[in-house]
């Protein structure tokens, strides 16, 4: 028994090792990506599109069910991207709080002539509205459907062939549109483009524009910073560099919206409809042998609320790992299947075995240690140094994001906010990382026990 | 070695990893912002309306800065980004000024000898925009890169030399070796100027011409751009029926690309012949560009053939020709367009509503005029 725990805690230490190998090679992919991707965008002229009409119009789609403490900025914070020609639609979703009030208020809606085309199935439109005020503006009122249905009905509503998808809580930089965009005209291919997302908590906005960004006071929001930073700057780029992007984040995407047609919109009856819609475009497309990119942007940022307390984080973090447990399933035969390229034989397995198993491997490790230690299969100074080594392993991931952005982009300027997002990073391992793959294990039995419920996070004002 | 202490090993050396990117952190983070290049940049950016002017001292000032070779790098993006909105005479003090500095020995050097195709390709970039022609034959080689971007930023360096010459060699380089869409190379070619304009009403002459000959049996087709062989004329009898079919993709391609250049240029010159061409061609890509650019352009002698894409299958053309007819004011085309407000696509029944509006507003005006002319 005691040689079994003996064996086991090296396998555990094994896994470990293996999973943050890997994430180190994509950590020196993305390195390299990035420093390239730096040199050639100094080299482009972003602001040249402004002089000209070879542009594609966007229309930005925001989804919005009860969110009345954040929906004016937001979409003021649309309506005020830098971009030639643009169109804002809100889905409201069947508000049930003050939204629609916020908006006729803020935006004086009156009802649109103009009609819907139902290019994709969603739940019943009862009005189309445009601003008397915002010429760019159009609200969708609708029966509540979710998230996705919103979507869907957005998509069907907007009228130009870039939809770009950002959530209600949400600002996009005001240069972002034009960088996310380029690779729509850079390459025919391009179907679906993701741009980073980072916490709003502690930045000073006004007007809907983030004008200075600072790190977020609660310390729950600056470990989620840290969080973020690893997951867009190396996780995407990386997979995006192998042709095998997973997921662009549904806080900040944008789509070819005949691509988004062609394989038929959302699908509504998913919690991880933003990753789900991904898998099923690789699908589709390499089905029809068609040439295709999904692409990730190291640029292009939209600035998102984080929860600052646990009790809403939990709930966020339970429904993205039943969301990652479902779209993997609901596309189970990318599995190891060569036919989709990198994203069946590589990216697929990695996500399943490295990201959907690791909360539960994680947790069954501490466990075993524990119990490893007690029955005194190990020494507790062995245990410890397991433990210590899969923490450390993390804590360098996470510093090796904070070196990357402080190289390439430098968002978080100050001296004192680069010395406290590293304190963080070294802090993360010790409570924090468990208490997230605790409720990420939660996620996993909430999947297993066919729960679908959304669970609405609290928003703040802006 | 026990599997404790290999691990304590790995603690150590995971420590040592995190000590070191910690402290590169912090390093980076000091050097850029760091108070020294700040200095650089403030003098920079003080001494260049001077140094631009041509005094002395200021140069002098600026080429003492230069000590580092990241004070260079850092310069050479500062002309760089401040090139960006320049144009005529403000470029050839900006060349003056990098000739004095050495920039413009440091870049030409750097793009002959640089082995990175990115280096090269950002070095071709300003030499360009500081209009340097002997950087011309080197940034036309990069055109033939494997790399799409350095073809890209290379394509982008030719444009800023606007040699109307080299606008087909860029555009089959662009089209050619990187994956880019139409809308991205017109806005890549829009850098070369307006002056580029004649040659492509030149270009578009000769394909109208070509469209001419494939009527008639026995013609010689050649692609646009390219001289017609003497002597080997190619009987083409069996595209005289069709004359679409002479217009291959990259054929059909450039039209989209010259015909968007025009409109963009606003060229009033190549309305007849765009007229003409949209008589001939039945690429729908193409024949997108040409509604649009005509209803911008203003022919009336596109009407009946605007009138009878009103009867297209894509959906595309019918809504983009009901535009044109409201754009051109042709009121006869009422009846035709009220039909459409019926039409499958709610895109093309809200044109349709929008251009029978504008027309009734142009038949008032025409009416008061010719009441006015009355009295």
């Given amino acids: 028994m005691k040689e079994v725990l003996y064996y086991l805690n090296l396998l555990f230490l094994a896994y470990f090792v293996l999973v943050n190998g890997f994430y180190l090679v994509l950590i020196g992919l993305s390195s390299h990506v990035v420093r390239r991707y730096s040199r050639v965008t100094a080299m482009t002229e972003y602001e040249g599109i402004f002089g000209t009409t070879f542009y594609k119009p966007v229309s930005v789609i925001v989804p919005a069910h009860n969110e009345e403490a954040t929906i004016v900025h937001t979409v003021s914070s649309a309506l005020s991207v830098r971009y030639p020609e643009l169109e804002v639609v809100v889905v409201n979703d069947g508000s049930i709080d003050g939204t629609w009030h916020e908006l006729v208020r803020a935006f004086n809606l009156v009802p649109s002539p103009a009609t819907v085309s139902y290019d994709i199935p969603c739940q019943t439109v009862r009005g189309l509205y445009e601003s008397l005020t915002h010429p760019g503006l159009r609200v969708v009122d609708k029966e509540q459907g979710g998230k996705a249905d919103a979507l869907n009905a957005g998509i069907n509503a907007s009228s130009f062939p870039l939809v770009c998808n950002i959530d209600a809580d949400s600002i996009i930089d005001v240069r972002s549109m034009v960088q996310i965009t380029r690779p729509f005209l850079e390459d025919h291919r391009v179907v679906a483009v993701g741009g980073v997302v980072m916490p709003s908590n502690g930045c000073d906005i006004q007007n809907g524009e983030v004008k200075n960004i600072k790190l977020a006071r609660s310390t729950l929001a600056r470990f989620q910073t840290i969080e973020y930073l690893r997951a867009f700057l190396f996780g995407r780029i990386g997979w995006s560099r192998l042709n095998s992007l997973m997921i662009v984040s549904g806080a900040f995407a944008i789509f070819r919206r005949t691509a988004l047609v062609e394989v038929g919109g959302y699908r509504t009856d998913t919690v991880g409809e933003d990753m789900e819609l991904v898998l099923r475009m690789h699908r589709a497309f390499a089905d029809k042998k068609k040439p295709y990119r999904i692409v990730f942007l190291p640029d292009p940022i939209c600035w998102t609320q984080v929860p600052e307390d646990l009790k809403s984080l939990s709930k966020q973090r339970r429904r993205w790992h039943r969301g990652l447990a479902d779209s993997l399933v609901k596309n189970r035969q990318l599995c190891l299947n060569p036919k989709y390229g990198g994203v069946g034989v590589v990216g697929y397995p990695f996500f399943a075995l490295c990201e959907l198993l690791s909360p539960v491997v994680e947790m069954f490790g501490y466990f075993f240690v524990v119990l490893a230690i007690v029955s005194q299969a190990i020494t507790w100074e062995l245990g410890l140094a397991i433990t210590a080594c899969s923490l450390l392993l993390g804590t360098i991931m996470s510093m090796s994001a904070l070196v990357l952005e402080a190289k390439a982009f430098r968002r978080y300027e100050g001296m004192r906010d680069v010395v406290t997002l590293s304190i963080h990073a070294l802090l993360e391992g010790l409570g924090y990382r468990q208490l997230h793959s605790f409720w990420r294990c939660m996620g996993l039995v909430d999947y297993l026990r066919r729960q679908t419920s959304w669970g609405q996070p609290a928003r703040k004002a802006f | ?375």
């Avoid at chain 2, 144009?87 to 003090?93: C, I, R, Y």
């Avoid at chain 2, 920039?103 to 925009?129: F, G, I, Y």
């Avoid at chain 2, 890549?188 to 100027?193: A, C, K, P, T, V």
């Avoid at chain 2, 069709?242 to 291959?248: G, I, S, T």
Wanted: aromatic fraction near 4%.
């Fill in chain 2, 1 to 375: 070695m026990s599997a404790f202490r290999i691990i304590l090993v790995l603690i150590a050396l995971e420590l040592i990893t995190i000590t070191l990117l910690l402290v590169a952190t912090l390093l980076t983070q000091a050097h850029k912002s760091g108070s020294r290049m700040r200095r650089r940049m403030e003098l920079w950016e003080t001494m260049l309306p001077a140094a631009l002017a041509g005094e002395q001292q200021a140069v002098t000032l600026i080429r003492a800065s230069l000590r580092s070779e990241a004070a260079w790098k850092a310069f050479h993006n500062f002309i760089d980004e401040n090139l960006r909105h320049e144009q005529g005479d403000s470029t050839l003090s900006f060349r003056r000024l990098s000739r004095h500095v050495r920039l413009t020995d440091r870049l030409h050097r750097q793009l002959v000898r640089s082995r990175d195709p990115l280096d090269r390709a950002a070095a071709a970039r300003t030499l360009a925009r500081l209009r340097e022609r002997v950087a011309e034959e080197t940034v036309l080689e990069l055109l033939k890169s494997k790399d799409p971007a350095v073809v890209l930023v290379a394509a982008y360096a030719t444009a800023s030399f606007r040699d109307p010459r080299q606008l087909l060699p860029v555009f089959r380089a662009i089209y050619g070796r990187t994956p880019i869409t139409l809308h991205g190379a017109a806005e890549l070619l829009s850098g070369f100027g307006e002056g580029v304009c004649p040659v492509i009403h030149g270009l578009l002459q000769g394909a109208v011409g070509q469209y001419e000959a494939t009527s008639t049996p026995g013609a010689m087709v050649v692609p646009i751009g390219t001289a017609a062989p003497v002597g080997t004329a190619v009987p083409i009898n069996t595209v005289a029926a069709d004359p679409e079919q002479v217009v291959d993709r990259d054929e059909a391609a450039a039209q989209v690309v010259m015909v968007d250049l025009l409109t963009f240029y606003r060229y009033r010159p190549a309305a007849s012949t765009l007229a003409q061409l949209l008589t001939f061609t039945t690429n729908e890509e193409v024949l997108i560009h040409l509604v649009k650019a005509l209803a911008l352009l203003g022919d009336a002698s596109a009407v009946p053939r605007l009138s009878e894409l009103l009867g297209h299958p894509s959906w595309v053309v019918r809504r983009q020709s009901i535009q044109a007819l409201a754009a051109l004011a042709v009121v006869e085309a009422a009846p035709a367009v009220r039909a459409l407000l019926g039409d499958d696509n709610l895109m093309v029944r809200a044109s349709a509503h929008d251009t029978l509006r504008a027309l009734q507003r142009a038949r008032a005006r025409r009416r008061k005029k010719v009441v006015e002319a009355l009295t």
